[in-house]
């Protein structure tokens, strides 16, 4: 049994310790906008925030994150209103197929927590995300843009 | 209305609601029972538009969405002709076993080949086109008044004599009673307002929230998990396995064999299923390809450059007397290996088989060949079948395959009555590839002693994509698809003017299954003859652009795509210091694309710093999202040149992750500037069209500035990375 707080919502799960975190968000919580891409913390297509920092869930044991404050895509906006982030993404029309997106916006979005205004070379740094697609250029302008807005 | 008509009623009232994906019909009263209607009871006028009363506009997309964008330029196509307010569009697809039960009244649900928009848009805006002209007639005949004084804008119908107006909402009730009229006239593209522009797409703002519900995401009462393992060797089946050692193991329900080929173990969770999945015993019948590498593979391949028997694709002159007669005569051999597609979403589906029912959830780029694997694995007859697409997490080609919902189908068929999510795990999907397909190139020039290009003969050798999945599309055993963008005329046609040409084709098919892969055979056909271009021009001590633009002077589309990166990228002018360019030109999926590439090479680094890339395809319905796909392009395409790489040993892929096969990231990543040309006249392919240049002009570019030709792929094997 596993003690998470995601999204600021408390949630007791019978998994087994090792289970890693982005599978209990995804089957036994119910959320899936944190996806699967690889499973062994290449491609971030699982990033959630765990104490603000991003973090590849599908290599965290869920063991290793009771107690502390989880983040996921679906709760990245406040009070219904999308983070500066979203509103870029979706001001830019950046996503392609999409599946990529939510780990990349909150890689996104912790980079900016850190680094406010980013330059590209902080980009090129800190997001390592695998996009298929190539969206990777509106990725960059809107980050600037969102960096911009706040 | 005749069509309408005689429809199986029944086959509307589809329960298929429960997620997403598909629209559902409903032909109960007290609605008129000649109407055809949506779930909610809103009029269907065409096949492609439901007006729904609060003035929604529901228009269907046939073609699948894996982000090429396709699904907003279709609801561009329709939404010009019908004169809708654009604000209140949204899109449904259809099913491919309502498509069936209407006589395919949707057409092609095919979404390859760069053909979502190009094959459909006559059609669709014929389908917005004849909704107008029944809306407006509608609010004629209430108002009584002639239809040719009345007019359609932004969802408006408005008799100006009277000063009288009606939205569509209001009207779209009568309207679906009255007989589509069988022709109607298209706009004039100078008339056009919503193609042509960039707008934004309609599927942006639930992906990135986590509310885009893809095939993976599906989620049924119920419901359980399967993860699956096919015989790593391609051809290899399954001998035994030992599923009591798994069968305590947390959350097992079951392990199944599916075909011959392949076990899965279904669990309460993916995880338990593929933690299981892994402790379990299998002994595989690997077959006659256990042995086979790579070296085994190209090493076959090799002697087809030299082989007899061929294909003969493209010929003209007589290259032989050319050859003989050559005051010089350049050869090179190039090779390109395996890749594969690597899509951010593994393969995945979800069936419901019942012994009167098959349902099937899942990303698909081919909705009907969904369909028609999901009815011959579930063996029920036709109106007992469904699948429901879901938005594709990439596709590239690979969700063309259908492989994954048989798979799914078998799996659901040992567990009736409960719904059953497959999913592969990243490393099945790079096992279990349909892999960019393998290929040699012997080029050959002769040239005279003015440096002319007088004889030139391309000789491929290697893999047959048709043969290995579209058999019936060869044509007496040859494979026109291998001579995309070589070949004499049509949507593929080489550019370059040689008057003894010979383009050819030993076919050798190794056991490794090959795919139509984003671009598919331009990729390496574009990298051989454009990276021998620059060959050749470097030879005769001539310009790459003045080499090629003299060759291309008999087709002047393919050169102007190509003047114009020439002119963007200032190829008179030098280049920044210690900047080095590269050009490249291709056709494909009837577009024309070229890029100019400029790059720095610091010992083994190669840093790209810009691409400008252009591309003509007739007409351009959203030029914003053809910006995107040529931005894409270059990721896919570089990615591919400098990492991808699928290597064969003991019959089987070596590679299993993102690790050992690697992509682009965004620190990677060049500039790329776009130019969208379209010249108008015709409806070429976007999606694809521009990979084909992406990989020739980088090396085009590496090799001005290191001096070194590269010839093999990809470019990790010299050790050179991206800066």
Request: net charge neutral.
């Amino acid at each position: 049994m596993a003690r998470l707080v995601i999204n600021g919502q408390t949630h007791e799960v019978d998994v087994e310790p090792d289970t890693p975190l982005l599978w209990v968000i995804r089957e036994n919580i119910g959320m899936t906008g944190t996806k699967y891409g690889c499973g062994i913390a290449q491609c971030g297509a699982c990033t959630v925030h765990i104490d603000g920092v991003a973090t590849r869930s599908c290599s965290m044991p869920v063991s290793a994150v009771e107690g502390k404050q989880i983040t996921t895509i679906e709760g990245l906006a406040l009070n219904g209103t999308p983070h500066p982030v979203q509103k870029a993404w979706i001001d830019l029309d950046v996503p392609q197929c999409g599946y990529c997106q939510s780990g990349m916006i909150m890689a996104v979005a912790a980079l900016l927590k850190e680094k406010p205004k980013p330059t590209d070379a902080d980009i090129d740094r800190a997001i390592t995300n695998i996009c298929r697609c190539g969206t990777f250029q509106q990725v960059r302008a809107a980050i600037h843009a969102a960096a911009a807005s706040a | 209305m005749s069509d309408r008509l005689t429809i199986n009623r029944r086959a509307f009232i589809i329960s298929s609601a429960a997620v997403g994906g598909g629209l559902a019909f409903s032909l109960d009263l007290p609605f008129d029972p000649t109407v055809a209607r949506a779930a909610d009871g809103a009029p269907e006028l065409t096949n492609w538009v439901v007006i729904r009363p609060d003035d929604t506009v529901v228009i269907r997309i046939a073609r699948s969405e894996m982000g090429q964008g396709s699904l907003t330029g279709l609801a561009q196509l329709v939404a010009e002709e019908l004169e809708c307010d654009w604000s209140k569009v949204v899109t449904e697809y259809p099913t491919p076993g309502q498509n069936l039960a209407r006589k395919r009244a949707w057409g092609d649900f095919g979404t390859g080949g760069s053909r979502g928009i190009r094959e459909s848009q006559d059609y669709v805006r014929k389908a917005g086109a004849a909704a107008r002209v029944m809306l407006i007639q509608a609010a004629a005949e209430a108002w009584n008044v002639p239809a040719s004084e009345c007019t359609a804008a932004n969802s408006v119908i408005t008799h100006a004599q009277s000063g009288r107006n009606t939205t569509y909402g209001k009207v779209a009730e009568a309207a679906a009673k009255i007989e589509p009229p069988k022709d109607v006239t298209l706009k004039d593209p100078k008339d056009w307002k919503l193609i042509g522009k960039g707008v934004k797409r309609l599927d942006t703002t639930d992906k990135t929230n986590g509310k885009m519900v893809y095939g993976v995401d599906v989620k049924l009462p119920g419901m359980l998990n399967a993860a699956i393992k096919d015989c790593p060797v391609f051809g290899g089946k399954v001998k035994s396995f030992d599923a009591a050692k798994i069968a305590d193991m947390k959350g097992v329900k079951k392990v199944v064999q599916v075909g011959d080929s392949a076990v899965a173990v279904i669990a309460d969770t993916w995880w338990h299923a593929k933690t299981a999945l892994d402790a379990l015993p299998i002994v595989w019948d690997e077959g006659p390809n256990a042995k086979v590498t790579s070296a085994s593979i190209a090493q076959w391949l090799k002697e087809g450059l030299d082989a007899d028997t061929v294909f003969v694709g493209n010929q003209n002159g007589d290259v032989k007397a050319g050859l003989a007669k050559a005051a010089k005569t350049v050869t090179a051999d190039y090779a390109y290996p395996y890749q594969n597609h690597a899509t951010m979403e593994p393969m995945n589906a979800t069936a419901l088989y019942t012994a009167d029912k098959c349902q099937v959830w899942c990303g698909t780029q081919n909705g009907e060949a969904a369909y028609a694997a999901a009815l011959e694995a579930s063996g029920l007859p036709a109106e007992k079948v469904d699948v429901y697409k879901h938005i594709c997490g990439g596709g590239f080609g690979r969700r063309g395959r259908t492989d994954y919902v048989t798979q799914a189908v078998l799996v659901a068929k040992q567990m009736p009555g409960t719904p059953v999510k497959l999913l592969w795990s990243r490393e099945e999907d790079m096992h279990h590839g349909s892999y960019h397909p393998i290929t040699q190139c012997r080029l050959r020039a002769g040239l005279d002693d003015k440096g002319n290009l007088e004889t030139l003969h391309i000789r491929i050798s290697g893999q047959s994509i048709l043969t290995a999945l579209v058999p019936s599309r060869l044509i007496n055993g040859m494979d026109p698809v291998t001579f995309q963008g070589l070949s004499p005329k049509g949507e593929a046609a080489f550019g370059y003017s040689v008057p003894n040409l010979l383009i050819d084709h030993a076919m050798r098919n190794p056991h490794v299954p090959p795919g139509f892969w984003r671009g598919v055979n331009v990729n390496h056909n574009a990298i051989y003859v454009e990276s021998f271009m620059d060959e050749l021009a470097k030879e005769t001590g001539t310009d790459a652009l003045e080499f090629r633009r003299k060759l291309l002077a008999e087709h002047p589309k393919h050169l102007a795509v190509l003047n114009a990166v020439a002119e963007r990228v200032g190829w008179d002018k030098p280049a920044p210091n210690g900047v080095f360019r590269g050009l490249a030109h291709f056709m494909g999926y009837g577009s024309y694309t070229a890029a100019a590439a400029e790059v720095s090479v610091d010992g083994k680094k190669v840093k790209i710093h810009r691409i400008v890339a252009a591309t003509d395809p007739g007409y351009a319905v959203n030029p914003a999202q053809i910006e995107r796909q040529i931005a894409g392009s270059f990721v896919y395409g570089l990615s591919a040149l400098f990492y991808g790489e699928i290597t064969i040993k003991d019959g089987r892929a070596e590679q299993d992750n993102f690790d050992t096969y690697n992509s682009m990231r965004i620190s990677e990543m060049p500039k790329v500037e776009s130019i969208v040309m379209p010249s108008g006249g015709f409806w070429g392919g976007v999606g694809e069209p521009t990979i084909a240049v992406a990989a020739p002009a980088v090396l085009n570019a590496i090799a001005a500035a290191t001096g070194t030709r590269y010839r093999t792929f990809p470019l990790k094997n010299h050790g050179l990375t991206i800066a």
